[in-house]
């Protein structure tokens, strides 16, 4: 191996291929929120308006069912997803399907916040827990998509129709990017900054009449917060579903939101979003097959993600390093990266194996995907060398 590796020729126009918040719609510029309704009021006429808009362009682009319920909560996804734990668990035991470290923290809440009876059914980073092993007369709570594991679930049909329990998807890496089959689900949330590249803070909670239902007729055991009630003196708070949040939102934000939704819809919709992903996955898969630095962390090709695309670190050199060693030199190459302004939060999730994930969104370039794929060889070849030199040092 030369000392010094080769800089490629072509870099990426955009940098960003952070997992969150990502990277913003082609295009975009600080022009997009000229028509933000700063210094007003949310629950004024047309602010709420606004609110109500980024649910109905939500609604339309997902393709939701017209009986399902769809609001803006606060607290991102996970916001969104807490709330619909703390709302409408505790009939039935249930079961969390844990294979990265979001589904990781929703064990923990039912295991330890909730205390109820539950499984675990946990998978190492890179694998899917066995989906068979799901009982369906419980609640069920996973992830679609494991932003910090690079890991999906293939599809829907491990999800019982005639299920007794609800389907609680945390699909915040996953909505606007993958298909999603609201027959087999009952809650779904996400958050404006991942797919569509909007800003940070809130979340969107989508339940189906099963879920409302539940909310209905089940009173939890524990004392709810504020901004955890959608239930009042026992009906559904309605206007949480037409803009009428429960906490002050960031009025810039929903316009960023707006024009990450008018953009979707003017390149095609959720059918366009989702060929988008799929074509940056096609461009690593396409150049992990050809480099022996990098493999997928998601073992199996079906549940490989094509959003947060997470890479293990397989040149030998590295694999012949001990543990504390592989996570200095992931960060080595991370930080190389960043510095040369070609892939900026790039590095793996903090709790992952050490390795990078590159950000696969709808809002990412296809061509950009393709130019910093050469970096990362560049990197890992010259942070070789960088170690190599240590290593003879000592």
């Not at 629950?43 to 939701?64: T, Y």
């Not at 330890?112 to 890179?126: D, I, S, T």
């Not at 150049?287 to 293990?312: G, H, K, M, Q």
């Amino acid at each position: 191996m030369a000392h010094d590796a080769i800089r490629p020729p072509v870099r990426p126009n955009n940098p960003h291929f952070s997992s969150g918040p990502c990277a913003k719609r082609p295009g975009w510029s600080l022009a997009a929120l000229a028509g933000a309704a700063l210094g007003r009021s949310h629950r004024a006429k047309g602010p709420k308006a606004k609110l109500a808009e980024v649910i109905e362009r939500s609604r339309a682009i997902l393709g939701l069912p017209a009986e399902w319920r769809l609001g803006i909560v606060p607290g991102s996804d996970t916001g969104a997803i807490e709330m619909a734990m703390w709302t409408l668990l505790g009939p039935r035991p249930v079961d969390v399907l844990a294979f990265e470290s979001f589904g990781e923290a929703w064990a923990t809440d039912v295991a330890k916040q909730l205390k109820l009876e539950h499984r675990v059914l946990a998978a190492p980073y890179g694998r899917l827990p066995d989906l068979s092993a799901v009982d369906w007369s419980r609640d069920v709570v996973f992830t679609w998509n494991g932003t910090t594991s690079g890991v999906r679930v293939p599809n829907g049909d491990w999800i019982a129709p005639d299920r007794q329990g609800l389907a609680l998807c945390d699909a915040t890496s996953a909505a606007f990017a993958m298909h999603l089959p609201y027959d087999r689900l009952d809650v779904v949330t996400w958050s404006w900054q991942k797919v569509l590249g909007g800003e940070a803070a809130h979340g969107m909670l989508a339940l189906s009449p099963r879920a409302v239902e539940r909310l209905l007729s089940h009173r939890p055991a524990w004392p709810l917060p504020k901004i955890f009630r959608l239930v009042s003196g026992g009906k559904l708070i309605e206007g949480i579903f037409r803009g009428e949040t429960i906490n002050t939102p960031s009025m810039l934000c929903v316009e960023d939101a707006l024009d990450g939704l008018r953009w979707a819809e003017g390149i095609g919709g959720l059918t366009a979003l989702v060929a988008r992903s799929e074509a940056n996955l096609a461009a690593v898969a396409e150049w992990v097959a050809r480099t022996p630095n990098y493999a997928f962390l998601a073992e199996d090709p079906a549940t490989r993600s094509c959003t947060s695309i997470c890479l293990s670190i397989t040149a030998p050199w590295f694999t012949a390093l001990d543990a504390a060693r592989q996570a200095d030199a992931a960060k080595a190459i991370a930080a190389l990266l960043e510095q040369e302004g070609v892939a900026l939060d790039a590095g793996g999730y903090r709790d992952a194996p050490p390795g990078l994930r590159l950000w696969g969104g709808a809002t990412v370039e296809t061509a950009d995907m393709r130019a910093v794929l050469p970096w990362l060889d560049w990197a890992a070849d010259t942070v070789a060398a960088r170690f190599a030199a240590v290593s003879t040092a000592e």
